[in-house]
């Protein structure tokens, strides 16, 4: 194709050929990752796991200025994504009755450990120990929440009302609402993917991922990541898991792109991803940016650069065990 002339019917024939291959390459793994995780989910929903999951980490709601009961918010989202959380929370409470810091360290917590079964599993498939995206993504976000709950109450910053701009609206309960829920969610994920990949490949033919590359090298290289996981971070952090982790997966089994670097990638991207629409969302209940942009942003590529510190100090053995497979 790189020989061929872009003029040429040959050129984009080839073009379009790449494209198709490179979508069931990202896709096929992605959906039989999420798919059956997905079912999973809603059967420990409906037995009440998630309501035990939440019941668990209730006690550790205090200490960061939060009430007991948002432990089960917590869970919601761990378990499902954002959404859920917020519907947890408007059952349980009004969210105008916390202050801004509250609101912003809850939305931390929700912001870091969101949609843990999907995001994990795809971190698992890429060449990540779970043990270790777990560890990082449940105590990492409950430590980040607990030191924007330490700043806010020592400079007595954002103890205003939180100002709500959003309700999220009942759902229907039964099962069929779900699974119709759950095929639209799934085809929002074809349609994004077709998109990604195809502007992918275009900024890549006008040169533009180039330019990129050479603007985010600085920083990605200050944290350790790697020249070959520059455009899956770069996709990662602006959309999401999802997204950067299915090119993740298959880059990993390409051989493309070395273990040391899928694992920081994997990392920065599970502190930090789908940066512009989650910090919307959760800006929706009141969040403040300092907390769930700008503090999240300095926290992760800081946790990002020690964790590829720990990698690089640490032998073989403790790799193997609890960073990557």
Not at 49 to 78: D, H, K, Y
Not at 133 to 161: C, D, K, S
Request: charge should be positive; proline fraction near 3%.
């Amino acid at each position: 194709m790189h020989n061929t002339s872009p003029f040429s019917i040959t050129y984009w024939r080839l073009f379009i050929k790449e494209l198709i291959h490179d979508i069931i390459a990202v896709s096929v793994p992605l959906f039989k990752l999420m798919i059956p995780v997905i079912i999973i989910v809603k059967i420990l929903e409906e037995i009440g796991a998630v309501a035990l999951l939440g019941q668990a980490l209730s006690p550790f709601m205090a200490a960061i200025g939060l009430p007991e009961e948002m432990g089960m918010v917590w869970a919601a989202t761990i378990a499902t994504n954002i959404y859920g959380g917020f519907f947890v929370l408007y059952s349980l409470t009004d969210p105008s009755n916390f202050s801004t810091a509250q609101m912003t360290v809850l939305g931390a917590l929700m912001l870091m450990a969101h949609g843990l079964p999907i995001e994990a599993r795809i971190a698992q498939k890429a060449g990540v120990r779970l043990r270790s995206v777990l560890f990082l993504r449940i105590v990492g976000g409950y430590f980040m929440a607990w030191l924007l709950h330490i700043w806010y109450t020592t400079a007595n910053y954002l103890q205003e009302p939180a100002t709500i701009f959003w309700q999220p609206q009942s759902q229907a309960a039964d099962l069929w609402s779900w699974a119709v829920g759950q095929l639209e969610g799934l085809l929002a994920v074809q349609v994004i993917i077709v998109m990604l990949l195809t502007g992918l490949k275009i900024i890549k033919l006008v040169g533009i991922e180039r330019l990129l590359q050479a603007l985010l090298r600085p920083i990605l290289k200050l944290m350790g990541i790697g020249k070959e996981a520059t455009t899956i971070a770069l996709v990662g952090v602006t959309l999401g898991l999802s997204f950067g982790g299915g090119l993740l997966i298959k880059e990993a089994h390409s051989g493309k792109v070395s273990k040391r670097d899928i694992f920081a990638a994997i990392t920065l991207l599970g502190f930090c991803h789908s940066i512009i629409e989650d910090t919307l969302v959760i800006m929706l209940i009141g969040a403040h940016l300092s907390g769930v942009l700008w503090f999240r942003l300095a926290f992760s590529m800081i946790m990002t650069w020690f964790m590829v510190q720990l990698m690089d100090r640490s032998n073989d053995k403790f790799r193997l065990r609890y960073l990557i497979k």
